[in-house]
């Protein structure tokens, strides 16, 4: 008999390895409008602290390959990743500054060059920021092209690097001759709450594109349900963490995933419909739009027989409602706490329906699903908000 272990919105995300990139470092001014790189408009991205990313990897080559790269032009594809990186939180140290040498970015040149040209820690060196990524880098300089990991740093952000807990308060501009940094990705650091979901300029009842904003790890899809299927959503361009919604009637049902290919809350399905605001149209770069969620617990394909699930109770909610869908056969729920007590059991003998659980305090259960016909691959969905 096999068991699948479900994970509900606080099930935790394993630790992986962090790998840390070292480049060379720029800055600039501010994003463009009415958006970013990565489709945020300026006004919406959350902290002065961000930095783009290289759209291409092509040392010693300035071409403008078309956005998104695609075919052969993909062998060019920067860290920017089409996209794919958009929203991540990166920690990023100072290193060595170039002195007594020329470190204009000339394409295919070496960094800081000249005779009496050399690296050297100082002061600034290893003081840190926490930073968002938001933009793209696609210039075809030097250090947009022949530094891999090289960032293009938000010029504002260049006196927040702290050491110590103390901002360095003066590295710019005398200090900072496009130094080099080493830097790693991070998840939001002290994240809370959930994502924002915007429609986008230009946005229409039956043709969207929506903006994904506010997230803990950044963004690698976004899925829609249409009718019985989960369908993937189209990148906006190379705007990652901007989707095109398929034309469907509202209201539009979404999950989305995230930098670790990982379901977004444990796979938590976000519904909304098109704002009134907009009219016919939406005018403004964003608009925001509520949303109601539901918190699947999902079996996979080709499991069966037995599953178990954790979920929470939200302490806004005065009860919890169970909603199963696409059960096959007669079967059983039973609903444990932590300690595999038995506290109710009931009978499932529809495909779908509801049974409010009442009598739950605030806390963790299990939902074990049982199903009598054994062997039947199946794909059973269990739903608690």
């Not at 995933?257 to 909304?272: H, I, M, N, Q, T």
């Not at 499991?303 to 696409?326: H, K, P, R």
């Amino acid at each position: 008999m096999k068991k699948l272990y479900l994970f509900a919105i606080w099930a935790a995300i394993s630790v992986q390895a962090q790998t840390t990139f070292s480049g060379v470092s720029t800055h600039f001014e501010a994003l463009g409008t009415p958006y970013g790189g990565c489709g945020v408009p300026p006004d919406l991205v959350e902290t002065d602290y961000y930095v783009a990313l290289n759209v291409y990897d092509s040392p010693g080559i300035g071409t403008m390959w078309p956005r998104p790269l695609k075919g052969q032009d993909t062998l060019y594809k920067g860290e920017f990743n089409n996209g794919r990186n958009c929203g991540r939180w990166v920690k990023v140290a100072i290193m060595e500054d170039c002195i007594g040498g020329t470190n204009d970015g000339a394409l295919g040149q070496a960094f800081c060059r000249g005779s009496n040209a050399k690296w050297m820690n100082d002061q600034y060196s290893y003081a840190y920021l926490n930073m968002i990524v938001t933009d793209a880098c696609g210039d075809n300089n030097g250090w947009c092209r022949d530094s891999k990991y090289h960032l293009d740093l938000h010029t504002p952000s260049l006196n927040k690097f702290e050491k110590a807990g103390v901002a360095v308060a003066d590295m710019y501009p005398t200090h900072f001759n496009n130094r080099k940094i080493s830097w790693e990705y991070i998840k939001a650091p002290q994240y809370n709450g959930d994502v924002d979901i915007y429609f986008m300029q230009n946005a229409q009842y039956y043709w969207s594109s929506v903006l994904i904003n506010h997230l803990e790890n950044g963004i690698h899809a976004v899925e829609q349900k249409v009718g019985d299927k989960w369908v993937k959503l189209k990148m906006n361009s190379d705007m990652g963490q901007a989707y095109i919604l398929e034309a469907t009637e509202p209201p539009y049902r979404i999950r989305i995933v995230d930098a670790e290919d990982r379901y977004v809350k444990g796979g938590r399905e976000y519904l909304f419909s098109f704002p009134k605001t907009c009219g016919t149209k939406c005018s403004a770069p964003a608009t925001k739009v509520d949303y109601q969620v539901f918190d699947p617990i999902l079996t996979n394909d080709h499991e069966s027989v037995e599953s178990s699930a954790t979920f929470g109770i939200f302490n806004s909610l005065e009860q919890c409602t169970l909603v199963w869908d696409g059960i096959s056969g007669a079967s059983t729920i039973e609903i444990l706490d932590l300690a595999a007590r038995t506290i109710q059991v009931f009978n499932i003998e529809s495909a779908q329906g509801q049974r409010t659980l009442s009598g739950l305090g605030k806390g963790m259960y299990h939902a074990v699903l049982k199903q009598q016909q054994k062997g039947v691959s199946h794909s059973e969905r269990v739903v608690i908000y």
